[in-house]
T-cell receptor
Framework: GQQLNQSPQSMFIQEGEDVSMNCTSS?????WLWYKQDPGEGPVLLIA?????ELTSNGRLTAQFGITRKDSFLNISASIPSDVGIYFC?????????????FGKGTLLTVNP | EADIYQTPRYLVIGTGKKITLECSQT?????MYWYQQDPGMELHLIHY???????EKGDLSSESTVSRIRTEHFPLTLESARPSHTSQYLC?????????FGPGTRLTVL
């Protein structure tokens, strides 16, 4: 199947710092989604991106759909302890199986108060 | 955002038992999905459905089966559970490209 490379695999930061993570692929995507998962819970949708170059914010979160359509990044500003969790990117490959998302392996974020 | 429910949240059973994991959504979404996820690991699609009486196997082979008799309901069944089935099972639904997840069922097979 299609591969999504998500990095970094894990991050340890201090409260108040900004965070950046990204996903890249060799395939072209027409949708990028970012999810956050707390332990023992299901992933929660943070931001959805549908157009190349699109930049969308949700509170302290900002995500962008790369111009090449092969990448996306998620930024978190002024991190707080409740930002702790696993962040997944997911995408829909252009021309791929309709509605089946490809997921990255996740970025584990730890925030030290 | 979808309202999607999964029961039970936690299940501990013995080997050989038949189990059904329930998933329901109240948003009228035509597309529903089941994923398997080990703790802290990536999600693997095991089943999906694009509408009533439509079910397909996902990218990860699974011994489980699913049915879609009603739009809002997408149960997953294991006829004979084994320790290798121990995992978290996540149900999701969506009307377009975006998927919304339920809270998951943590299954432990002894």
């Amino acid at each position: 199947g299609q591969q999504l490379n998500q990095s970094p695999q894990s991050m340890f930061i201090q409260e108040g710092e900004d965070v950046s993570m990204n996903c890249t692929s060799s395939s072209i995507f027409n949708t990028w989604l970012w999810y956050k998962q707390d332990p023992g819970e299901g992933p929660v949708l943070l931001i959805a991106l549908y157009k190349a170059g699109e930049l969308t914010s949700n509170g302290r979160l900002t995500a962008q759909f790369g111009i090449t359509r092969k990448d996306s990044f998620l930024n978190i500003s002024a991190s707080i302890p409740s930002d702790v969790g696993i962040y997944f990117c997911a995408g829909l490959v252009l021309g791929g199986s309709n509605y089946k998302l490809t997921f990255g392996k996740g970025t584990l974020l730890t925030v030290n108060p | 955002e979808a309202d999607i429910y999964q029961t039970p949240r936690y299940l501990v059973i013995g080997t050989g038992k038949k189990i059904t994991l329930e998933c329901s959504q109240t948003m009228g979404h035509d597309k529903m999905y089941w994923y398997q996820q080990d703790p802290g690991m990536e999600l693997h699609l095991i089943h999906y459905s694009y509408g009533v009486n439509s079910t397909e196997k996902g990218d990860l082979s699974s011994e489980s089966t699913v049915s879609r008799i009603r739009t809002e309901h997408f149960p997953l069944t294991l006829e004979s559970a084994r320790p290798s089935h121990t995992s978290q099972y996540l149900c999701a639904s969506g009307a377009g490209y975006t998927q919304y997840f339920g809270p998951g069922t943590r299954l432990t097979v002894l």
